[in-house]
């Protein structure tokens, strides 16, 4: 599940329900997503119904506007054009699903799958089928591709960063190596495109030359959130077989927003948590610093998050809610809350209550024997 904004229009994705909302006109557009052109359908994963699992499934506008992508846990890459009114360009089958789809500065779209490989697929070229960039030996978090196009950066479960040339990807050019734990998130830092900026497992922000893999700055972060949420966190992992003792909550998501040209701002929300933490980074490389900015807690865990025109959108299961940058800190937009009342209508009928996380995939599972662990995957590849 997703949502994605430009303009006046909102995506947002729930399970195989696509909604398009207009907040100047106020219209909806339902759009049906089409079947797959490969019958084949992954229905479990980890012993469970696929259909059930949400964070697979994501909607993004190009940046331009042109395009909007839609990725679903089947396998599945939908990419529509917004100037001939949300026309279905291309469906085509991906070779594993999705773990983070983006969109590149020239409309093209990058995809990272739970196998460890990246694939490109061209937006001028619809009929064409993915070209593999390349390939890790674990699960790919993350993915981006530098705006002068010259780097793709992918991040795995394995606490591993990667620059590799773009899109000759098998020249690799760094690694950035020092996070404990699995990476969710890596971006580019607005006002310093030559820095990169990473989080996930270990309860850090990590702040990179990213040509060279040399750390510029770690920011610990972890004391500032509730001990509650751990244990919400582990009785969820507990819940899923996984006996993971954890000690930091994982990141979530990771944006960032350029203030000026000195100046980004980072929000970060975490799992099983209601809490955003906002970072204020300013200078350059040879004089970098990051400071913690403000914590607001809203009442559910945010599903999504996103900067548009300094504000930040936060998606729950139940609304969105809007916060406006105000020098210092993220106040609630009065005005544009009051605005979307009519969207957030609309986002009670189309989530679907079912879903669940994907939050166990990111820990690995423990085994006591090579036996237990044969019998496992004997019992996933028979279903």
């Known amino acids: 599940m997703s949502f994605s904004i430009y303009d006046s229009n909102v995506i947002l994705c729930s399970g195989d329900n696509v909604l398009v909302y207009n907040l100047e006109s106020k219209t909806k557009n339902v759009i049906t997503l089409p079947k797959l052109v490969a019958e084949k359908e992954i229905k479990a994963h980890n012993r469970e119904d696929i259909e059930s699992f949400h964070t697979l499934t994501s909607v993004a506008f190009s940046d331009d506007g042109q395009y909007f992508l839609v990725c679903t846990n089947r396998k599945q890459l939908c990419l529509y054009s917004t100037r001939d009114g949300f026309k279905l360009v291309s469906n085509r089958t991906m070779p594993r699903a999705a773990s983070r789809v983006r969109f590149h500065s020239n409309n093209d779209v990058v995809v990272a799958d739970k196998s460890g490989d990246a694939y490109l697929f061209s937006s001028s070229r619809p009929d064409e089928a993915g070209q593999l960039l390349l390939g890790h030996l674990s699960m790919l978090l993350d993915i981006l591709v530098t705006d002068d196009q010259k780097y793709v950066i992918t991040a795995d479960r394995d606490e591993k960063i990667r620059v590799s040339m773009f899109p000759n990807s098998y020249n690799i050019l760094s690694y950035c190596l020092g996070h404990k734990n699995f990476v969710t998130n890596i971006a580019i830092v607005p006002h310093d495109k030559d820095i990169l900026v990473s989080s996930g497992g270990d309860g850090t922000l990590m702040f990179w030359d990213f040509k060279t893999g040399r750390e510029i700055l770690r920011v610990y972060f972890h ?161």
């Open 223 to 383: 004391e500032k959130l509730s001990q509650n949420d751990l244990l919400k966190l582990n009785q969820t992992l507990k819940e899923n077989d996984l006996e993971e003792d954890v000690t930091v909550s994982p990141v979530k998501q990771l944006k960032v927003m350029q203030v000026n040209n000195s100046t980004s701002v980072v929000a970060v929300t975490f799992y099983c948590s209601s809490a955003i933490l906002f970072y204020n980074i300013s200078n350059k490389q040879d004089n970098l610093k990051v400071e913690y900015l403000d914590l607001i807690s809203i009442d559910k865990e945010p599903l999504e998050c996103q900067f548009y025109k300094d504000h930040l959108w936060i998606l729950t299961d139940s609304k969105i809610e809007i916060y406006k940058f105000d020098i210092t800190k993220f106040v609630i937009d009065a005005t544009l809350n009051t605005e979307i009342k009519e969207l957030n209508g609309q986002w009670k009928k189309l989530y679907n209550t079912s879903l669940k996380t994907l939050l166990p995939v990111l820990y690995k599972r423990k085994f006591d024997s090579v036996q237990e662990y044969q019998e496992r995957k004997k019992i996933r590849l028979i279903k």
